[in-house]
């Protein structure tokens, strides 16, 4: 794995090409500049004085064995290729061992997201919730939750949406005035119009829909369609409180919600959303770094560095 | 009219009850606080030691006549009541005298949008504007475009929105690389969720929806139902720009746009809007101001406020 | 129960008098303005015309009887006084009947408090916290945790520690990367500097060690005492964590954190610390809401209305 | 012309060196860095192993004959030279027929601009507006409107300033309190003091009084001059006003303008300056991005990218 | 002395009218609002049922006597008037006995400004200067630095010059890479436009002018008009530098400077200006300050209350 | 030295390696990035084609003499090595004659530190600083002040110390209301926490308990520790005062004080911080600024470039 090596080292493995760009030096001279991959993490490497040949072969979506030097350019890891084949078909080929995915697989993720569903008690929010993921449910345990920062992971959406839910039932039991069948439904689509707006698993980009409306909206426009088709009234106070609930979700207006929460569930979606996030973010930058120092500086974090701790944790519960 | 009179003038007058409220002294009396109006503004009185009668008849709605001695409170014109009865049968009681209301007449409004709409030569724009006024056309020609601040009176809606279309094709003559068609349709329908979001032209208030969803959301879900009812694909490129006109037309997340203009009409709307927004803001506080000397501070330009000079206007154009 | 009571009623109350001032109308005669409380609220009243015997009889700490019309002033509620009188032998007069306090009595705070210590297994951890706990004991069952917004009440601090505790442990069990020690170290301790920050539990203010360090420099003063006195070395990993955890809890410098959270559980405790509030604050606002309206702006939340629904809430667990 | 070329193709073009800039490779070999362009737009290249020769053949202001393959470094677009030799006398060799410059000669702008004076109708702005620039015609009708951004190019500073003259009368149709007369000298006036604070319109920089004063401060000392020559009364309401309007143009004191407009047709000045820049903007990242794509982040308008659509525009006008 | 006096003092004081303004109760009755001053300090008192002589008695710049009671309105301290008449001729009813103004006579501010000339030893800067203190010289020494917040009093704009010159002198003496000549002028200069700026020592308002042009561009006018009667090239070095002072020294742009520092003595003047008139806020705050108490929030000085020490001062120096 | 050297000379010239660091061409070929310097400044060269003995050879701390080329690259000058050898015994091969360091000797700091303490009168305060730069006096004088900015050579913090405790001396000479016994005092210690924020003189770098508690809080931590030592109450007014000095020293939350500047000495110590550190970073690029010209941006001053003038200082005092 990637993240068994460390600056210095020589070493073969195998590795998913993520992405292959033919580029050229300065000089004139075509070289593929390598976007590598396992489930331990991503690196680039460059391979030089590409053949047309090497062009052909090494595209994404392949498995490559590798004997590489790992170095670093503007203090981030890089390979440099040593020697570079593909994996003929005897060696472990397919690209779905590569991918870094959700740490939960896509059928647990379905099997827990419809164990919840009973305890959205409400029917007319268990029927839209229930509606909008049978219709979306291809992307929706497929998609990544963001392009990057947080999530950026094949089954990433399903599994952030599910962290929150999960941590929503757990906050609910402290707070019984909380609304948790609100909460619930909040929890597993306020981001559904993400399905829309990124355009899919691997090589995630914005779509034109995504930057011209965003996911807010879009995910505001799956809900209204979702009502229309189940004859439910738009005006009606669960119809408008769970609209809420998703365009709210981002907190601020700087952050790009319309309106700011003004709701006690909504408030506190938005919050578990963002505490889900950001845990999730610093844990990743965490597990590369040495206990004892700081990670790099996290972007979505307020671009602080954390600090990792030489204590082994102790056994929170048994 | 009320704008006729200063502060220390004594002087007999009717205007309509606008508002009427029931309170109490510190010491325990009962009075009336009434808000009075006539076309030329609006103004606050109290009528003291109000007796049970007093309270059924003077309610908003009805024309009085009364005898007045103009004053200031908290550097606020103010009456103070000397006299005051009702209009009687043979007096001007009709409301509509009184009220602010456009400077177009809706019958004017209605068929200078009409004339317009010949110009957004764009067939699905052209259908999805005339099915949105049509349905909305009752609140369209009625509705204030805002609460307070700017064009605060009935039919200021489709005041407003069609001076911004003025001066789309205005400034659409200067730059051909604008999409008129598009302008004009964003201009038109920009504020249409104010229809829901407000609570109708006579003590306009937020709406419970206008609170949750906001007029941008909502004026995005007329869109997605205008665009289901004419078998329009959302999707399309038509549908997803002028849903971006609506959406982007606050111009910066800040003001409540989820999604800023992406697009150069969005753009250019978003200024038409704010430009016609402060041209009458500035022009209303100047009409109160003395030549010579500036204007209250005006909240909604950036609380500065606007110097009115002594130069009479050369004429324009002829 | 004061909140049994709507404007325009005429009614009789117990109230105990939690601040008297004498004051001057501004013709010269004087009255005492009266805040008075029982279990379900707060309330101004005048008395006016008073003589020197009524201020001498009506201060602070006294119950009185009173027969009240509930008005309004500049939207808030206000008394009438009619008739008031000191409560006689026979009556309740025990303030400690009428004082808002924490929803948990300080015996079960002190022992759920105690039963979350041994969750706190790291040695130093659990020291220093018994240490501070026990020299600050007196005040940390009863103070407020704030002036005014959050949790004003005697035993707030404590009832907040606790609850943003519990919320830890939940936390931790979704995320077993979370040192649930440290975490509980930092919620039990955070607000500890608020004992010497405030003047204690009633008429609350800033001290003026409160005005210039403030409970985070105040905290961390607590922290580097107690280790001096258990022979904690001030630069261990142990204690740096737990006094990061301590001067972070603000989140933002623009906060009065002199450093961001730089460590996974001072960022959860910034957060669940927040959450804590807002969810107090927001139930607190609606409490004093009609079921389909908005609240008051609630200054603390980004100075929102929240809505509170008509929905009876589902029994949430059972 | 270089926009009819895209990256991968090799051609044969002729092109106007803007800047040529010795440097020396990591290793120590010579190179030139050429900037080159012609009226479609602007690319970097570099003369690799450039002799003495080449270093006093190749520079600003000369044309060239290259041979080329178009490629891209970090997303800008830059050709790698295979031929180059300068134009001989029998070729293309003007600059002027390579300079990027206002779409309107010289002397339309100068007719244009004069055809405008007329109805400047008040005598004092009239005669003000004509002593200016007639003192700095040369500069005038030469200079960019700004260092880059917007309107960058030789005669720049007219073209923008007529084109805001052209929307006033077009927004003073519309609204007829407004003062076209003062509207219009601050057209013409509002950045006479980029006359001084920029270098030229080729290889332009900010001059030291540029940096020191500002064109805001340097326009009113030019306001000043030319009263005193002219025996105006510097604080007349005729002088004040139009000083006015040349300092507040910048709208807001964060963006340089020492006092905010506080007159309606300042405000109206500031908007459409700020509109045509951004029209301007716009328009040149549009014609750069293909149909149905968005354009680079636009630096200038709040560093958004822009969408070209699918549609070809209606006649917008006959 | 008003200083010498408390809330809730009956006692006898003859005190300077600065201004008088005739309201009405809301129940119509008349009375004058009074501003009472002597050189402690300025206070509010309301004269009730004002009769139409005494409106034209008591009016700004006549000198009352009066017997009064101190008391509070909205933590202000006022005056109750039990009895007032006129001061007669054997009393001390100079104006000028009342007024507080600069704590050195005009007088000693003349000739310490005119000694501090000769430590201007450029002439260019020494013949600007003086000519401009010359033409100025009536305005500069009796005007306020303000309107309000600092050295709002007669003289306060030449006393605010003389403190930043004298800042000036000492800073320059450790460190000698600053040009002293060029401070000196800035310091001296700085404020000048608030000669016109300003209505005046009295009732101080701003002008039309003031509030058009702002004293920042009338301070670098007044310099524009020195240096041709002087014959100076407004171009070179000295008078750029000069005028950068001046237009820099409000330090940001967002507090009104069109230009930012960008030269060693520009950036060294702004921060001297700030530094004085800070020390001059809060000293007067403290002045009025129990000692061991907090001061009322300076709006001024990022609105923070500043605490009195209980310390008496050691002598500083000898 | 380094200073008297321009681009494009060739010289030989004794260096300091100040760090060392191997690094790998893109094509895969060692070489060495060193940081080299003498006393007038600081440069980057790189020794291509490294061979291992090189890397053993050229470490931080050696001085080496070189042939170099000087160049430029990304518009920061560049060493090119031509040759390169080790300084041999005879040679000036002790590091500190090329270090960088205070202006003032280690000895003159130290007494110059001393002679100041007689002007702190307050026993308390006395003692504290006696106290405290004893226990600190290693570190006290030989680090620098800042990481990089401002004083960031060895003795820079004694030597920022003592700048500014030679302004209070200077200004409270003007302003005889400011304790100058407290102001000394918070000049002298308001960075003492830098001894443990930052790792030491060379190769300066933030440390874990920098980074998690920062030097406000850590200089907060020595207050109250020495407090402990000597037996002085932590709440005693002289405590708090100089407490508060320390901690607000940064003027603002969000530039790290967790209370803002709330007395008199305090605001006066926060200003001169700012002033003293802000000249120094001034006239640092200056002296690397032609005449006539502006210098770099300055990241540390708003990020404005400065001007350097033409003009010769006069000698300001003899």
Known sequence: MLSDHKKGETYSIYLLIKAAEKRTTSKGSPYIRLTLTDRSGEIQANLWDASDQDVEKYIAGRVAYLTVLQDEYQSKAQLKIQEIRLANDSEPGDPSLYEISSPISKKDLQSQVSDLLFQITNPTWNRIVRN???????????????????????????FHSLSIAKLAIKVAELYPQINLSLLLSGA?????GKTVELSGPVGTEYTNEGQLLGHIVIGDEILVESAEELGFDLHSEDMLLLRHLIISHHNKLEFGSPIPPRELEAYVLSKLDDLDAHIQMITAALNKTERGHFSEKIFGADNQPYYRSNADLPQNHD
Chains 1, 2, 3, 4, 5, 6 share one sequence.
């Open 132 to 158: 909008v993921l049978n219709k979306y449910a291809d992307k929706y345990y497929d998609y990544p939750a963001a392009e990057k920062l947080h999530h950026a992971y094949r089954g990433g959406l399903a």
């Open 188 to 192: 597993l689509l306020h981001d559904i």
